[in-house]
Structure formats: structure tokens, C-alpha cells
């Protein structure tokens, strides 16, 4: 077989596009008009500008603009492989600078007519009315295609009247003038005429497509996205932009509008009911393409519509970003190759497949404008002309047709196959186990009768349940879609339980979860679009019971359990907190960063990260002391946040860091946080300002007031600070100098022997380094003290004592924290030990944790051989023990007998360390 001949620059000429060559022949004068480059928005506007001067009318001169644009576009995409943004952002400046102009001369005509559109604002006053040209799809994305038409909406601010011509007289309304400024624009624009047109306008995707008016009010806007907004519209204003006039954009007065569109785009929820929404938008768009491509086979190689064309990777991005973009505001974004790396840090999409994508995307988009440039057509299908297939493999860098061929392929393969994984699977969204029957597990008769019919082949408490929702009232309520969905759900749950992969009591507990949330049917359409998460959310639930109750109040985490990197991962606080910047920072650009909107991001992320640590817990990837460690870390992180933003929005700051601490004390301070324990802290300034006292005081009450409201997302933490100087009767927060003066025992208000158990764990949690470094040296010194040893005993017996007896353990049980031989005595044990040898043994100056601090007083002597490994061990076990009683919210309270040699361990321990066993 002969090799195919290569091909070479000479092949790669721009003239072989037919447009270019009509443009050459037509418009060889014009051709300098456009200054020498890249076309950007300053040389168009001065080719325009110069057009003018030779005598074409604007709108002539907008047209033959753009044969030159295009002309010039075409030699540096081919001939010199100018980049995919530079030919897009090109082609959108344009467009930009033909609406401006065309509503500027559409204004300038109306005005003398009618006056201009006037409202009376908020003050009184009466002002003009404003038009604003909302770009849709590429346009609005700053990506728009070569020969592409252009999808407009129209929205006005304000009803009202228009102030009338010179004379007073004819004054029309509001809505008729920008009704016929709309037309005067198309005019503008749209019409062809001997030099063509600019672009050809589409105006379909406005309220109520071609039926509604053509230029809809702002208010008329909100009310149709309130009751007639459909799922599709919602991808179609993810990308929208006002776009003209320039005026308007530039002073900010468009941004009204996005205070409408993004509560439409953008659910407070994690959204999976867009699924089957975008599964038939893309359904009827492959018929469509079917339908086109019957009585033309060529139509069939379409490089937008047809399987892994350029409309499956937007939809791919589009979906993640509608479905997560509400909470995850960082994904807002308008271009598709902006949003795939973001989708790649959000941990939406693998790295390798975002990098896939882009390549895909940025190869067809390249196709496609190749197509186009052959006769500027509107066309996404492949030539079937030799002559032109090579141009086009030429033009793509290729050696021959077949390697642009074999290359064009292997792109759509990849594309096609991403989006069937995420929207097209032949499981996603079916029942995925035995004994589902009819399409996706779901017969055509009421969806009720299903219900019905399948509890024979459910457990008998299971049935039991099942059989009370044919008569639930929010059952009832439901839109037969979400019903079917329901269905779908037992019918899996039940052939999983058959098969033995989960348990009853889990499929208990998910009824009792998901019952009071019927009415909100995204949590159906996430465990139907994801069985892997409805898998895991089960195997959680079969695994304790306190999950159940955690999911009921923050039902939005379940999402977690859908990521790759679940059981893998540790919880990263660098990324945590970088990631809430940029979330913060998102919110920012669109200015909904109100106090509101931190106080749920930063609980929404807490709530999920919490998540992430129970699921691994619950599957044993994490010890109780890594759960610990993470769960403290987390709390950090959310304190470092809390303290960044609520400073950033004092209003009385007077610097741009604040000079203040948190110091961690309790299960803070010892990095031993559990699901939903309090934060023991204190708060100290150091800050010679004359109004510090009062300035951190109001930061304080407003970070602790952030940390503690409940808001539609719950809450963040209890906040305990009764161990700050003077307890409960003391400043909220001090400067750091009255801390020090309090701890070391200096003047007559000091503290109590108590109070320096607590601060053998305490930590300094945030704060700048200088204080840290000082904080450190207190804790020292305190720690360090010389103290008697004898009075040291009796008091920490006698504080033992009080815990006791606030904590009475009735019965013959043993509580692992409380009775004789528990956690207490361990922690009280140590704290001596620390208290009275730490100034001759440096080593238990750590704050390491109790475990750590047993085997180091072990090492030095300070226990007998054996002793401290053994108390550790006992200390670990009934850690462990407490552990898995609170997540099965079960008593702590055991069979004496189980825990008994972890007791005798802790009992030696106390009578070696501080005399007979005074606390048995």
C-alpha cells in the first residue's frame, strides 16, 4: 500500500477558504482599515471608526467590520496557529462592540420620537429607564465562534412612560419603546443586506421563547423565573452576561440583574433533580440531530451535536457546576475552560480528566471554526470534499487526513465517554440489583402500586415501613416523577438485602432518615443518580446510630460520600481553609458576601468535613486518636477562618491584623475534640491602642456570636470561656499581660490550683508568633512551679472528689469516664504528675496527650516498669469503649467484668501516683 502523501505549510494557506477569498476580492481597499495584529477591541474600534471616515453608514461599516475581522481571524488561526482564546475573545468584542453601537444609535432615534423611558426611583427622582442586552451561551462565556449567531434576551429595569418628543407628544410606555429598540437593534445588526449582516440574532431562549414579548422587565423576569422557570433555562443563564450597553456595564447599574439569575441558576442544595433535566434536553437534541442527519448521512459527523461532540463537554461541565455551584460558589463561572480546572480542585472531576476534556474541547472547537471558515457558514459537519479535509488536517497541525481523522475520534471517544459516566451510564439512576423490573426498575402503573407490589420481596420490618408510605401524606405528596423515584430506591435497598450487602437495621434507619425529607426530592434524585452513595449512605447507617441523626440535621453531606478520595484522604487544613477563601472570594465578586452567606459556607464546610471523619471512622480507616487529632485540626482551621473574616468586617478595626490569641484548653487544648464537643477558650490581646479593651472585646462577642448562631445550616460549635481570668465573673477577653499576671501568681487575684491542671492542656491555637512564643513561656512557668507535693495531692484528690459527686454512677456498672478506675483518674493522674515533676523532667512539659505523658512518665522513673504502658493501654481501651457508645448513642456504662483489667491498670495508677486509693 502506498504512504499517504504529508502534507505541508503551502496546504495550511488561508485562501484556501472560500470566504477569504470573497473577502479579498470584494474588499481589497478595506483590508488596511484593521490595524496590523490580533483584533482586539481598540483596533476594531478604530478599523470601525475609519470605515466610517470613508463614507459607509455605521451599520454598513459594523458589517464589512466584520468580513475583515473574520478574514484576518482566519490567517492568524491557520496560518500562524493563534491560540483558541484569542479567535473566541476576538470574535465576542465584536459582537460587544456592534450591540453597543447599535443601541446607542436605536436610542439616539427613539428619544427623538418619544422621549426617553423614564421610572421614578427610591428617592423621588425621576430617572431614565435602562435597557439592558443580556448575551446567552458563547456570547455571554466570552467563547463565541466564528460564524456563530448571537442569543440575546432583552431585560429593563423599570416600567413607567417615556418623557415625550420635543412637543410633549407622543409618549408610549416603557415596554413599547424597548420593544422597538429591540427592533431597531436587529436592524442594526441582524438584517442582511449587500455587505451581509454582523450576526445573526436569536432570541429564543427569552421568557416564554418566540410567544413573549421581545424585551421583557426586570420584574416580569423574576416572576417567570419564580413560576415558569424550567431546568434547561437554567443552563442557558448560567452563562449569561449583559453585554450592552457599555455605558451601563461600566457604572454597575446591570448588576441588578444578577440578584435574579443566580438564586435560579444556583439551588441552596446540592441539586441532582437536573439529572433527568439535562438527560432530556441532550435526548431531544440527539433526535433532533437523528432527524437532520436522515436524508443527509453527512450531517451525522457533526463535531457539536453528534456523540462526544463539543455540546457533550459543555454539558458535562455545565451539570457539575448547576448541581454543586449553589454551595460551592468558587464553580460559578462562565467559559467551559475556565471551569474544568475548578472543577478539578473542587474534586468533581480527576486532574486526567480535566486535562482530557480541555484538550478535547479546545481540538473541536478548532475543527469547528475550520468548518466555518471554509464558506462562513453556521456549520459544526465535517466536509466531505478531499480538498477541504485537508486543509483542515493542514490547518490542525496533522501530517495527513487520517491522523486528523484517527485524532478527531479518539477526542469524541474520550468526551463521549465522560459524559456517559456522569449523566448517561446504562446503571446511573436504575435500580442496579436484583428484582427491579421494567424501565429503570419502574413499571408504567402508579408509582403507589409499586410500592405495594415489591414489599413481598422486602424483610418483614422493612415491608412494614415501607407498606406505611402508600398512605403517607408527604408520600401522596409527591410529583409522580419523585414517587417513581422513591420506588426506585426500595426496589434496590431491597435486592441489596437480599443479596446480603446490607443490613435491615440500615435500611431502617434510612427510612426513618429520609421520611421528613420527601418534600425536598433532591435527596431522592442524589441516592437514584448515585448508587454508590446510596450504597455507602447505607453501610454508615448499618454501622451506628448516631450518623442517622447527624445526616437528619445536615441531610447535604451525604454528597461526601460520592467522592473517590473519601476513604483515602485526611483532613488538610491549608487546602480547607484555602479552599473557603476561594468560596469567600467567589461571593465576593458578586457581592453576596454578607454575613449570612460566611456564617452558612463556613457551617456547610464544617458540617461536611465532619462527615468525611465519621464516614472514615465508621469504616475504620481512621483510631480514635487520628479521629481526635482531625476533628481538633478541623476546629482550628474554623477559628483561623472566623477570626480572619469577623476582623476583615469590624467596623471599629484599626489595624489590619488583630493582635490577639486563642488559647485551647480542655479537648481543645489536648487535640481530643469528639463529634459535637465544646470549645474550652480563652481569649487575649496585646495592643497598646487606647481603645483595645473595647475593640477586641466587640470582635470577640462577634466571632463567638458566629460560632454559636444557629442559622438555616446549624451551628458550628459550643463555645465555653469559663476558664479565662475570673471565670464566668471575668472580662470576656483580657490583655495578654493581665492573663500572665493571673497565671503566675501575681498580685492577689490569681488562679486556682484547677486552673493549672487546665493549663497542662492548654494550646495556643491562633495568634501572632510573638505571642505564641510568649504564651508558651507562660505555660511553662506555670507548669514548672516549685510546688509541695503533699498539698498538691490533697487538692487535686479534692477536686476529684467534686467531679465525682456531680457525676454519681449508680448500680454495679462501670462508667468508663466517671466510676473508679476511669478516664477521670487517668487525666487527673497525669495532670499531677506534670503539675509537681515537670520542673526536674523537661519532658512532661509536652502537651502530647495523655497517652504520650504516661509512657514519658514511665521512661523517667516516675512510674514502675510496666505501669505507664499499662495505664495507657487502659486509657486507649476506654477511650475506645466511650467512643463507640456515644456514636450508638448508648450508655457509657458497661459490664463491669469487660473493662476489668483496663480498671485495675487505672488503679494502680492512681494509688502509685497519689497515695492510697482514696477515690474508690
Keep these: ?78 496560518e500562524q496557529g493563534a491560540p483558541l482564546e484569542a479567535v473566541t475573545r476576538a470574535v465576542t468584542e465584536l459582537a460587544e462592540i456592534a450591540l453597543d453601537v447599535a443601541c446607542g444609535l436605536a436610542f439616539h432615534e427613539l428619544d427623538d420620537l418619544f422621549g426617553a423611558p423614564r421610572h421614578t426611583d427610591a428617592q423621588g427622582q425621576t430617572v431614565r429607564a435602562q435597557l439592558w442586552v443580556v448575551g446567552m451561551g458563547k456570547l455571554g462565556a466570552r467563547e463565541l465562534n466564528v460564524s456563530s449567531d448571537i442569543d440575546l434576551i432583552y431585560v429593563y429595569d423599570h416600567d413607567g412612560e417615556t418623557a415625550g418628543n420635543a412637543q410633549g407628544r407622543n409618549r408610549i410606555s416603557n415596554h413599547e419603546y424597548f420593544g422597538k429598540a429591540v427592533k431597531h437593534i436587529y436592524n442594526t445588526v441582524g438584517e442582511t443586506t449587500e455587505h451581509g449582516n454582523v450576526f445573526r ?25 419564580l413560576v415558569q422557570g424550567r431546568e434547561w433555562e437554567r443552563f442557558a443563564w448560567l452563562k449569561s452576561r449583559v453585554i450592552a450597553p457599555a455605558a451601563c456595564v461600566a457604572a454597575g447599574g446591570a448588576n441588578a440583574l444578577r440578584g435574579s439569575v443566580l438564586p435560579f441558576v444556583f439551588r441552596r442544595y446540592l441539586d441532582y433533580g437536573v439529572f433527568e433535566a439535562l438527560r432530556t434536553l441532550h435526548r431531544q437534541i440527539r433526535e433532533h440531530a437523528s432527524k437532520r442527519a436522515a436524508g443527509n448521512p453527512g450531517r451525522a459527523n457533526d463535531v457539536k451535536l453528534s456523540r462526544g461532540g463539543i455540546r457533550e463537554v459543555e454539558f458535562t461541565v455545565q451539570l457539575l457546576q448547576v448541581v454543586r455551584g449553589g454551595q460551592f460558589p468558587e464553580l460559578r463561572t462562565r467559559p467551559t475552560l475556565d471551569a474544568l ?42 466536509p466531505t470534499r478531499d480538498d477541504d479535509l485537508a486543509w483542515l488536517a493542514a490547518t490542525m497541525g496533522c501530517a495527513n487526513v487520517c491522523e486528523f481523522l484517527h485524532a ?53 420490618a422493612f415491608a412494614a415501613k415501607v407498606a406505611q408510605w402508600c398512605e403517607h401524606p408527604r408520600v401522596l ?97 491549608a487546602q480547607f481553609e484555602a479552599e473557603l477563601e476561594s ?86 487544648g489536648g487535640k481530643e475534640l469528639g463529634y459535637g464537643s465544646d470549645l474550652d477558650i480563652v481569649f487575649v490581646y496585646e495592643d497598646e491602642h487606647e481603645n483595645a479593651g473595647e475593640i477586641y472585646a466587640a470582635f470577640v462577642r462577634k466571632m463567638i456570636n458566629w460560632l454559636t448562631v444557629k442559622t438555616g445550616e ?11 481570668p475570673n471565670g464566668n465573673s471575668g472580662l470576656l477577653v483580657t490583655s495578654f499581660q493581665a492573663y500572665t499576671n493571673y497565671q503566675q501568681q501575681r498580685g492577689s487575684n490569681t488562679a486556682w490550683t484547677w486552673e493549672h491542671q487546665a493549663m497542662t492542656r492548654a494550646r495556643f491555637v491562633l495568634g501572632g508568633v510573638s505571642l505564641a512564643g510568649r504564651f508558651d513561656a507562660v505555660r511553662e512557668d506555670v507548669i514548672t512551679a516549685l510546688r509541695d507535693g503533699d498539698s498538691l495531692a490533697r487538692e487535686i484528690v479534692a477536686m476529684r472528689e467534686k467531679v465525682r459527686q456531680a457525676h ?45 505523658l504516661l509512657r514519658r512518665a514511665e521512661a523517667t522513673g516516675l512510674l514502675t516498669p510496666g505501669m505507664g504502658e499499662a495505664a495507657a493501654k487502659a486509657y486507649r481501651e476506654l477511650r475506645h469503649i466511650q467512643h463507640r457508645a456515644r456514636l450508638d448513642e448508648a450508655p457509657t456504662q458497661v459490664d463491669a467484668a469487660l473493662v476489668a483489667e483496663s480498671a485495675a491498670a487505672v488503679r494502680a495508677l492512681w494509688h502509685h501516683v497519689l497515695g492510697p486509693v482514696t477515690n474508690a
Design 341 to 382: 480546572p475548578r472543577l478539578s480542585r473542587a474534586g468533581l472531576m480527576p486532574q486526567a480528566s480535566a486535562d482530557a476534556l480541555d484538550e478535547a474541547y479546545r481540538f473541536l472547537r478548532r475543527v469547528e471554526h475550520r468548518i466555518q471558515y471554509l464558506d462562513d457558514q453556521q456549520t459544526h459537519v465535517m
Design 1 to 78: 500500500m502506498n504512504a499517504l502523501p504529508g502534507l505541508t505549510l503551502a496546504d495550511r494557506r488561508a485562501d484556501h477558504s472560500r470566504f477569504v477569498q470573497r473577502v479579498r476580492r470584494r474588499y481589497p481597499d478595506e483590508l488596511v482599515c484593521l490595524p496590523d495584529g490580533v483584533p482586539d477591541r481598540a483596533s476594531m474600534q478604530a478599523g470601525l471608526a475609519t470605515l466610517v471616515q470613508r463614507g459607509l453608514p455605521m451599520p454598513a461599516a459594523l458589517r464589512v467590520l466584520r468580513q475583515l475581522v473574520l478574514e484576518r481571524l482566519v490567517v492568524l488561526d491557520c
Design 408 to 460: 478527531l475520534d479518539a477526542h469524541r471517544e474520550l468526551v463521549a465517554q465522560e459524559f456517559d459516566t456522569l449523566l448517561g451510564g446504562p446503571t446511573n439512576g436504575g435500580c442496579n440489583g436484583k428484582g427491579c423490573n421494567g424501565k429503570n426498575g419502574v413499571t408504567p402503573r402508579n408509582s403507589v402500586d409499586d410500592l405495594q407490589s415489591v414489599l413481598a420481596q422486602l424483610p418483614v
Design 477 to 573: 405528596a409527591l410529583k409522580e416523577d419523585s414517587r417513581m423515584r422513591l420506588v426506585r430506591l426500595v426496589q434496590r435497598t431491597g435486592a441489596w438485602l437480599e443479596e446480603g450487602r446490607v443490613s435491615e437495621e440500615a435500611a431502617l434507619r434510612m427510612a426513618d432518615w429520609i421520611e421528613p425529607l420527601l418534600r425536598r426530592d433532591s435527596y431522592l434524585a442524589l441516592l437514584q443518580e448515585r448508587p454508590s452513595v446510596h450504597e455507602r449512605l447505607l453501610r454508615l447507617l448499618g454501622a451506628a446510630k448516631w450518623p442517622a441523626r447527624y445526616l437528619l440535621q445536615h441531610p447535604g453531606v451525604i454528597d461526601e460520600l460520592a467522592s473517590q478520595q473519601l476513604l483515602t484522604d485526611r483532613f488538610d487544613a
Design 583 to 668: 468560596r469567600r472570594a467567589a461571593l465576593h465578586s458578586t457581592g453576596e458576601d454578607d454575613d449570612e452567606a460566611l456564617l452558612n459556607l463556613l457551617r456547610r464546610a464544617h458540617h461536611a468535613e465532619v462527615f468525611r471523619t465519621l464516614a472514615r471512622d465508621l469504616e475504620k480507616v481512621l483510631t480514635v486518636e487520628q479521629v481526635a487529632d482531625d476533628l481538633s485540626a478541623l476546629a482550628d482551621s474554623v477559628l483561623r477562618l472566623t477570626a480572619r473574616w469577623c476582623w476583615a468586617r469590624l467596623k471599629n478595626r484599626h489595624r489590619d491584623e488583630p493582635a490577639f490569641a486563642i488559647i485551647g484548653y480542655g479537648k481543645l
Design 714 to 724: 446549624g451551628d458550628l460549635f459550643e463555645i465555653d470561656t469559663a476558664l479565662r
Design 808 to 852: 454519681p454512677v449508680r448500680g454495679t456498672r462501670f462508667d468508663v469516664k466517671h466510676s473508679p478506675g476511669g478516664m477521670v483518674d487517668v487525666e487527673f493522674a497525669v495532670q499531677y504528675l506534670v503539675l509537681l515533676h515537670s520542673r526536674t523532667h523537661p519532658e512532661l512539659r509536652f502537651n502530647t496527650g495523655n497517652i504520650n
Design 201 to 225: 440574532v436569536d432570541l429564543a431562549l427569552r421568557p416564554n421563547g418566540n410567544s413573549g414579548p421581545s424585551a421583557v422587565s426586570l420584574g416580569a423576569l423574576e416572576e417567570y423565573f
